[in-house]
């Protein structure tokens, strides 16, 4: 039995790996390394609350930081003969600051008290800013810089070289005077990001409409939005309103002014927010020795560079361009055929075309296929396929929680706890607006298990059947698939190299590829029936793969539009930059569909925080996925040898490899882009 939780979590496993990392289909919302900030006279800046359960909360929050701050002063004053001493000093660095890290960031976003979302903030900035500290520690640079490699073994050897490419990444091998103002820019780089997101999070916009405006909308949807006191219906920018009425609104007005509300959440004050964080990242980069930010963040992923992130874009957006011009056509077709004078699609109605394209042609009506997925039977049956596929059992876990809607639970395989996680996974005031994985605790073998924490925006919780798009159920299982990750690679024996601190543009592959699965006709009707225990027929499962491919063009294209926009506000000189010409200008190169007056995308594109410079991540993800899903296609779907090797090689590692060498582990061979780019092209 769950209970609601009043003041500070309290488990047995008190804390985690301080390098949080957060995952959203759309989705990613993830802070970089980067942001920090600073320790000088922090001690003494701690806010009052008359709220008892926030002030408890940061009385807490303030002990575990001076117990952390505590230990680092000791181990600046130490020197270590033994290499392997300073190893597992600098782990209980990182694993004293984790958890009470990774729940300030979640509570900043999802607790229902706003004043406890404050003090979440607060204890955020307290503990990033020590982490800073750890990381520009020059005494423990010199001191990494000197344990002999040759000694180690290959894990061991991973964390030490890992280690040092983070802290002379963050500055720690520069001058004082150096260090002192990435201090100062790292502390106004976290503020300011939080601000963004807040802006964003808090910016619900209403719409006002007729009843009649409503046509063509679900029954169940209609009854949850009865007229009010003046016989109008009020909808909201969150998306259990707002993505119904995209994909089934008959009025064209009804949509598009859903859309323009939807695009203009956090503006104007987010304008001028995303500048400062431009031209702070910029001065950033540029103490550290990079002409931009988008070199800077680049240059320890995958990818290498911001020129390889930029070609990569290209070259994908050159391989996609004749499918989604085919896409496009169709778009405009069938609009035609409501609209004869129709020139041009608007992004409006993209999703509303697609729909009736899938019906018309594929005979696939969102609506029908809706009714087959009711939220508990899609979270019982995504279980179910964890549990299948990788031999483990899933099991509720009794434990305090922040809001009376959040399950908790535990993931066992045979005697032995792996893990636990969190669901809360409908959308309430003040949380966080879309889709994340959030991890809280990262394992480290023999000392503490892995936590982590979905958080999703489904219905379910107004006492209705909850019944989800298919889309959505793809996004439930690409962010269990991150839990995994955060599950399976949290047995590890350094906190840093755990669970889904892999290198950031490979971390949503290994989602990306689980999505494969809710298309599986055996996975689908081992839980998706409707309301009278129907299972969903063979042929609306056939219909729903034959039109799966349908608008891929066009989606690559906007996901590109996206990773365009992110890498140029970061890469070129942010002080006179123009970010609504600029995103025009993107926008007409790479999207299909043409700017709307008046909307203001990147007000609300909380990736500009979080993923920065690198949402190319998300293309480059799902390049590897298609690469990895080639093993299950050839040997099954729910083959058990290739499960386990991939569970092995891939998952279980965390970070002890880099990311090339697990697919390379995996598949046998080094990883490809000719499986995506061969997808892409028009059959």
Not at 367 to 387: H, N, T
């Amino acid at each position: 039995m769950k209970t609601v939780f009043s003041g500070v979590l309290r488990r047995s496993f008190l804390f985690t790996v301080p390098y949080l990392v957060f995952f959203l289909t759309g989705c990613a919302l993830t802070r970089d390394l980067t942001d920090t900030r600073p320790t000088s006279n922090i001690a003494d800046e701690w806010p009052a609350y008359e709220a008892a359960e926030a002030q408890t909360y940061l009385a807490q929050c303030r002990h575990q930081f001076q117990a952390a701050r505590n230990l680092l002063q000791n181990l600046e004053q130490k020197t270590f003969p033994k290499s392997f001493d300073l190893l597992i000093a600098v782990n209980q660095l990182d694993i004293l600051l984790s958890e009470p890290l990774g729940f300030a960031e979640l509570y900043a976003n999802v607790h229902p008290n706003s004043t406890m979302r404050a003090a979440g903030e607060v204890c955020e900035q307290k503990l990033t800013s020590l982490q800073n500290d750890i990381h520009l520690s020059p005494h423990l640079y010199s001191q990494l810089a000197q344990v002999d490699l040759v000694a180690l073994n290959e894990t061991d050897r991973q964390f030490v070289s890992w280690r040092l490419q983070l802290s002379k990444l963050k500055g720690a091998h520069l001058p004082t005077d150096k260090r002192e103002r990435i201090r100062e820019l790292n502390d106004a780089i976290l503020k300011t990001g939080q601000e963004f997101s807040a802006n964003i999070r808090n910016d619900t916009r209403q719409v006002e409409l007729q009843p009649g405006d409503l046509r063509g909308l679900p029954d169940d949807y209609v009854a949850a939005h009865p007229v009010n006191a003046a016989g109008k219906v009020v909808l909201t920018t969150d998306n259990p309103d707002y993505l119904p009425v995209m994909l089934y609104a008959l009025s064209d007005n009804t949509r598009l002014r859903m859309y323009k509300a939807f695009r203009q959440r956090g503006y104007p004050a987010n304008r001028e927010v995303l500048k400062k964080l431009l031209v702070l990242r910029r001065e950033l980069a540029g103490l550290l020795g990079y002409d931009n930010y988008a070199d800077y963040i680049t240059a320890d992923k995958m990818i290498g560079s911001a020129q390889n992130a930029g070609a990569f874009i290209d070259r994908i957006h050159q391989i996609v361009l004749p499918r989604a011009q085919q896409d496009y056509s169709a778009l405009l077709q069938r609009l035609r055929k409501i609209d004869p004078t129709a020139t041009r699609v608007g992004d409006w109605q993209k999703s509303f075309l697609e729909n009736l394209i899938k019906n018309d042609v594929y005979a696939v009506d969102a609506q029908e296929m809706r009714r087959y997925f009711s939220y508990p039977k899609v979270r019982r049956g995504i279980f179910d396929l964890v549990e299948s596929l990788f031999q483990v059992s899933i099991k509720p876990w009794n434990t305090p929680v922040w809001h009376e809607s959040v399950e908790a639970y535990e993931i066992w395989e045979g005697g032995k706890r792996l893990g636990q996680f969190y669901l809360d996974m409908h959308p309430r005031g003040g949380k966080y607006q879309h889709a994340a994985h959030f991890g809280l605790r990262s394992g480290v073998a023999g000392v503490q298990l892995p936590l982590a924490a979905l958080v999703c925006n489904f219905p379910g919780d107004d006492g209705s059947a909850g019944l989800m798009e298919h889309d959505q159920v793809e996004t439930f299982l690409h962010e269990f698939g991150h839990l995994l990750h955060s599950m399976f690679g949290g047995q590890v024996p350094w906190a840093g190299l755990a669970g889904t601190n892999v290198q950031r543009d490979f971390v949503e592959a290994p989602s990306m590829m689980l999505e494969e699965w809710v298309w599986d006709k055996g996975t689908l009707q081992s839980f998706a029936t409707d309301a009278d225990g129907n299972v969903i027929p063979d042929a609306l499962v056939a219909k729903m793969n034959a039109a799966r491919e349908f608008g891929k063009g066009i989606f690559i294209r906007q996901q590109l539009f996206y990773a365009a926009l992110s890498l140029n506000y970061y890469h070129g000189d942010p002080q006179d930059i123009d970010l609504d010409a600029v995103m025009v200008e993107l926008q007409g190169r790479y999207s299909p569909f043409a700017y709307v007056d008046d909307t203001h995308f990147y007000t609300s594109f909380g990736h500009l925080d979080g993923y920065s410079a690198i949402y190319y991540t998300y293309m480059w993800s799902l390049a590897l996925a298609t690469d990895m899903f080639s093993e299950f296609q050839r040997a099954g779907m729910r083959d058990p040898i290739v499960a386990k090797r991939y569970r092995d090689k891939v998952l279980a590692p965390g970070a002890t490899k880099p990311a090339a060498q697990l697919v390379e582990d995996f598949l046998g061979r080094p990883f490809s882009l000719d499986a995506f780019g061969k997808s892409l092209e028009i059959e």
